[in-house]
């Protein structure tokens, strides 16, 4: 961001002018997609301009045009007539060109080396995505507000899973198992204080304490989330979009993206986020109150402890009714901007966990002679019952989704509206993973070669033992994908050759060409991994779920007396699956330390997040930031302000990711501001992505208003773009939406006009194609200035709305 805030040599003011000039009618905004670029190369300038902004999103323009105007709605340049983005008649008048600004988002998502941290946080994203996964429907309002509840339940047990993983690190394997056996202590040192036999039966060796002492972890762990979400919340969730117009329609054209409030979930994930923190300290205080009462309520049990940890029990009870009551009690409030911040209770749930817990902390700590620890911790049923919940919890969104599909069928939609459900399953099957592959892992470590530790609880071993398995099935998948793209790219050759009809076709280049064509439609298979994997994971996770019950053993132990060839896959896929959860956690590790060091790994990291993290946070507060709630907002200001200040075009022109958000700050216009809206997409995945999986919001329906209220929709796609594809919307309203499939490669082979090889572009390059330059003249043609009125100059001292 430092190159994109140099200022012209010649001393060109980055700020508004001190006059105001003539406005231009037209103004054409940039926006990048996934990965982030700088803008220099967005204008096609070296010299550029922040004219508003911050070093986390901001406008610029070339240091040439700043001089002319500011940000304050008036500026332009008149005399520019070539050269990059914006050159050409455009269809303006006397040679006008518009005047091009670049709005440059790429350190919402990848900035500084803490966003690494986010890797932790991949369920939670998953989850969330559920949310916003749900078919399209009409009326049905109580069933749409069921669908929320049952995903921001499945999200609550996801912080349950996460802090009783930790706890069975730090509580079960290192506190009670490890340091309460005299072998692990001594071959682990610096345990040797929490052992009795090492320490000669110190203070911190009675189990209680160690279980005290130990909390800390999981204790940091609820912190540390809590301290990310809150940051993050006042950053993204607190900027306050435009004050919607009096014209403004609350149907938002035809979609929720287009409510006022639908950007501004600063309450709701308020709200979810002390539920969630009261969630995690009382699974913490649960851990603790159920292995004291354990030995409390044994015979010769101390009875006031007993008593106490009953209470503690009542206790935990209440509160959890009160944490589920928070995340049932209210969902999103998207019809206005919802200011209200329920402070008392932000602030009073955590705190009441907090106190609970100390009370857990103080009861587990206190003195019981001949208390000893053995075995293992009682976690079975409790892994076992979360699995359980969240297994019923994805059922039961599977009834209301297809319910939901039925009142409006979609056929585009994916996995016939069954993607928000699967995508619950995966997001609950990647936490058991992580929670379970971790405790293994350390429990290897702890033990060492030797067989002195029970280990963890016996789900988690079957739930990594059932990893190798569903990667056979996956990669029979991918084997089954393999052979089609080749029978694709066989037969893609000939459409290659009819697509350059009077060139001299070279064999190779055009096996290349067929073959970049027919892994780019390997995107449209998508549904189908999916689908594989989420069923396969279901069955495979029931399985696992019954095998733990039914043997209390591992699976190599449950298998002992099964058929050799049976006994010999357990243990190996036991094995298996415990080294590839190792292998996992360790190369999440390595990435998220590369990302610290590395700004180039970083960048690719928030790559994922690009996509992952556009919808605002309304099933889990724990999940990545979203960065559309800020940008969205963004686009929305700059486009108002430039229209009402000058009544003049503009054209919003977004690649691949940056089409999506044009189209959501589009949708934050008033009806009379999208008419003077024409909307430029190239490498779009609006529909190819977004309309398919999230049918909802971005649907027939809600594409079809799109393209009805702005003045002109265009949009450019390649055949060999992975990522972006055609809208399919017919022309009813102007002209249809998309142009026919551009070439790419320009040419086949050498010819006059190019005399070397031209490069296979797929999702890149648009701007470089001569049908983008003819694309944004049409528009700016249709964008016609008559009738527009000339701006009365701002007062001194006085600035537009919206800079």
Known sequence: MERAQERADDGTPSGPPSRAEDPPTALELLVHGVGGTTPERMLDDPRTVRITGDDTAAVFRRAADAGTGGSDGWSGGADVRSGGPGAGTGGTDAGIRPVPEAYVWCNLTSGNGTRALWLLLLPFMVVNLAHWMRPGTLGRARTVRLYGLLVRLAALTLTVLLVAGACEVALDLVAWQCAGTRACAERHTWLGFLSPAVSGNGWWSRPGRRLA???????????????????????????????????????????????????????????????????????????????????????????????LGRLLAAALAAGALGVLWVVCRRGRSEHRLDRALDARLVRLLPLGALAVLALALVHAGWERPGWRSAGRLPGDAAFGGIALAQGLLVIALAVVARLLHRVLPDPRAALRGLGGPVVTLLACALGGVMAGGVSQRVADWLDGTGSFLPGPPVLLTWQAAVIPPLLLVLLAVCG???????????????????????????????????????????TDSAPLVVAVTAATTLLLGAGALVGARLSGRTPGLAAEDAHPFVQGAADTAQALGSWLIGFGFILFVTWGRRAYKDPSARRTIGILWDVGTFWPRAAH??????????????????????????????????????????????????????????????????????????????????????????????????????????????????????????KDPLAHGRTDRHPLPAPLLGHSGYQADPAFAEERERLLARLRPDGVPTPRPAPAGERVHGS
Not at 221 to 235: E, I, Q
Not at 242 to 262: I, K
Not at 283 to 300: E, I, N
Not at 496 to 506: A, M, Q
């Open 213 to 307: 002492l130990a909390a800390a972890v999981p204790v940091a762990l609820t912190g540390l989330l809590w301290y990310l979400s809150h940051r993050t919340w006042n950053a993204y969730e607190s900027q306050r979009p435009l004050t919607p117009a009096p014209d403004t329609d609350e149907a938002g054209g035809g979609t929720a993206l287009g409510r006022p409030g639908f950007w501004y979930g600063r309450r709701l994930v308020a709200r979810l986020r002390a539920a969630h923190t009261a969630a995690g300290l009382l699974t913490v205080a649960a851990v603790l109150t159920a292995a004291a009462s354990g030995h409390d309520r044994g015979p010769g049990g101390p009875a006031a402890l007993d008593l």
């Open 480 to 522: 089954l994908l393999a052979g089609r793209t080749l029978r694709l790219a066989r037969a893609e050759r000939a459409t290659v050759e009819r697509d350059y009809p009077d060139e001299t076709k070279e064999p190779a280049r055009t096996r290349r060409i067929a073959r970049v064509r027919a892994t780019a439609a390997l």
């Open 621 to 742: 507060p724990f999940a990545p930031p979203c960065y559309a709630e800020r940008a969205v907002p963004d686009l929305t200001w700059r486009m108002t302000s430039w229209t009402r200040a000058t009544g003049g075009r503009l054209v919003i022109s977004g690649h691949s990711q940056g089409s999506v958000l044009a189209a959501a700050a589009v949708w934050q216009l008033g009806p009379a501001d999208r008419g003077r809206v024409a909307l430029l997409t190239y490498g779009s995945p609006l529909e190819r992505l977004y309309g398919r999986w999230f049918p909802a919001h971005f649907g027939p329906a809600a594409l079809g208003a799109l393209h009805r209220e702005v003045d002109c929709w265009r949009n450019l796609y390649r055949r060999t773009d992975p990522i972006g594809g055609p809208i399919g919307l017919p022309g009813d309203h102007g002209p249809a939406v998309d142009r026919p499939a551009l």
